[in-house]
């Protein structure tokens, strides 16, 4: 299993930024991904979650309304949409593979950093 994530970067507050994480070495279409973030100084987060068809979402409080977990089966990635960011949505986000809520899911790409500022 193999999951990188890119997109990541500045932005500042009330900005947008889209996410992806290319998957291989696995069948995509057969697995349900997970978004999770880790805020300086804190423990891993999840984020959001999404089913195998990309059909059923599920989204942590602090990020509903804003954030659009999706995937795409035909290319192999994973997406993360983030609008109205915030400060406190600064963090190292990564991708895993696995529809859940929990925080542990595994395995995990290596993360890619999220810093709103201005």
């Known amino acids: 299993v193999q999951l990188v994530e890119s997109g990541g970067g500045l932005v500042q507050p009330g900005g947008s930024l889209k996410l992806s994480c290319a998957a291989s070495g696995f069948t995509f279409q057969y697995y349900g991904m997970t978004w999770l973030r880790q805020k300086p100084g804190k423990d891993v987060e999840w984020v959001a979650t999404i089913n195998n068809a990309g059909k059923s979402t599920r989204y942590a409080d602090a990020v509903k309304g804003r954030f659009t977990i999706s995937k795409d089966n035909s290319k192999n990635v994973l997406f993360l949409e983030m609008s109205g960011l915030k400060p406190d949505d600064t963090a190292v986000y990564y991708c895993?593979?696995?529809?859940?809520?929990?925080?542990?899911?595994?395995?995990r790409g290596q993360g890619t950093q999220v810093t709103v500022s201005a």
């Open positions: 895993a593979q696995g529809f859940s809520t929990s925080a542990t899911v595994r395995p």
